[in-house]
């Protein structure tokens, strides 16, 4: 298997505008296809994730123009005018997977079947299935819970309450879509709150929702979606790489412009601080309806140990793998908690995790809803897997900048999932690839 490999460098220096959210691009790509208009999406990611699910807007009949990265207008069918094939491929994308049944289910779709890569075969679908079938859909999945997913007819759907027993922004999305086609009130309800694109998006669309204390809800059928041209902001997550190194750095002046703010994304700036980051945010126009702006790190002192709380985790969940490589040359134990839901992402980025930082000289240890990381202030380097995920392929580059010998990483190429130019763009910054 080919290995990248990063060496250390004292300093990272300069500006970059990181890539379009992630997020944001595949519900812009699916709230268009649906929406009573042509909406143009300015800036839309150009990755794999995105590509999967640009694909799946035109096999469904939607019809496209221009390209990921530079502007595509979508010819929005009206809410009920998919005709999706017998088939979809979302390739290695969990929001793709999770979110699109949401709208299939409102469709005239009679077998529709939706699967993946093997990373993607091996995430947990019943969290969508079960609530979706509560409100009368008809949804199946494999015997384990697992891709594929197959969607089949357009029942009656009726409104329902669902109390999630763990935050995601994923399933919430879904069941708030699912809402839009069904008889009366849906509402979510979820233990802590999870990203909230979709309700921005949804609300812009002149879809009004219904709050009451942390619940979100949507009373349906509704009409129809307006969805406005939009702009899609830098994503937090393809930041945080940038900004976890810079801090491990002496002396960096690093600046990520133009980045989602969104406070639900933002968790980890406050993990950061905490532990001696000196990380700023400076506060620019809205984009699309989220708070946008700029993100720089500078002289950081030395990094203490932290605790990561099972509340702080939904704003984090993405980062939580950086927070490992922070932990490693900061004193002290640094412990995360309440993060089992890590187990289910594109791999298990708690044993992932914990493996790569042990391959790397790092004292390390899972435990079953996190991790702990034994710091001392250095991180020898050495090669680690990626286990073909890319925020894992991204920490083991951070790892590498802030490594005594330097760290090769096998499945560097999972990046282009969310982040096809990480390797330049760090290098842009002073990374030297050897
Ligand atoms: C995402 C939500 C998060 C995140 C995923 C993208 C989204 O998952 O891990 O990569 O776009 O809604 P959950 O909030 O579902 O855990």
Not at 32 to 55: H, K, N
Not at 80 to 94: M, Q, S, T, Y
Not at 356 to 361: F, I, N
Request: charged share 25%; net charge negative; aromatic share 2%.
């Amino acid at each position: 298997m080919p290995v990248v490999r990063v060496a250390p460098v004292p300093a990272l220096h300069g500006t970059l505008r990181v890539p379009p959210d992630k997020s944001i691009t595949h519900r812009a790509l699916m709230l268009a296809a649906v929406s009573g208009r042509e909406v143009r999406v300015a800036r839309p990611l150009d990755s794999a994730d995105t590509g999967a699910t640009l694909d799946a807007v035109e096999a469904s009949g939607v019809r496209v123009e221009g390209h990921l990265g530079d502007v595509v207008e979508v010819e929005g069918r009206g809410l009920r005018g998919l005709r999706p094939p017998p088939a979809l491929d979302c390739a290695n994308a969990g929001t793709l997977i999770r979110l699109l049944p949401g709208l299939l289910v409102g469709q005239h779709a009679d077998h529709v079947v939706l699967d993946g890569d093997d990373s993607l075969r091996r995430r947990p679908m019943t969290r969508i299935a079960r609530p979706l079938r509560a409100m009368g859909a008809a949804i199946f999945t494999a015997p384990g819970g697992t891709p594929p997913v197959v969607v089949s007819g357009r029942g009656p759907l009726r409104g329902t309450e669902h109390r999630l027993e763990i935050a995601s922004a994923q399933v919430k999305s879904c069941l708030l879509i699912a809402g839009l086609f069904a008889e009366g009130e849906t509402w979510v309800s979820e233990p802590a709150p999870s990203r909230d694109h979709t309700e921005r998006m949804l609300e812009a669309a002149g879809v009004p929702l219904l709050r009451e204390g942390g619940a979100v809800g949507v009373r349906g059928p509704v009409d129809g979606l307006a969805l406005p041209d939009l702009g899609v902001p830098g994503d937090f997550s393809s930041a945080a790489p940038h900004l976890v190194a810079g801090a491990l750095l002496g002396d960096p002046e690093v600046r990520l412009e133009g980045v989602t703010l969104n406070p639900r994304r933002t968790g980890l700036l406050v993990i950061m601080r905490r532990m001696g980051a000196d990380v700023r945010e400076e506060p620019g126009p809205d984009v699309a309806g989220e708070p946008c702006g700029a993100l720089v790190v500078g002289r950081s002192g030395p990094l203490r140990a932290t605790e990561v709380a099972p509340e702080e985790v939904p704003s984090t969940i993405v980062e939580l793998p950086l927070v490992g490589v922070l932990g490693a040359i900061a004193s002290g134990t640094t412990v995360v908690r309440g993060a089992a839901e890590l187990r289910a992402k594109e791999s298990d980025r708690i044993g992932a995790l914990v493996r790569a930082l042990r391959a790397l000289g790092v004292r390390a240890e899972e435990r079953e809803d996190g991790f702990e990381v034994h710091g001392d202030g250095r991180l020898p380097g050495g090669t680690m897997g990626s286990d073909g995920d890319h925020r894992l392929a991204m920490v083991g580059a951070v790892a590498g900048l802030a490594s005594l010998d330097g760290v090769g990483v096998e499945g560097f190429e999972a990046v282009a999932v969310s982040y096809p130019g990480f390797a330049r763009d760090l290098a842009g910054l002073g990374a030297v690839r050897t």
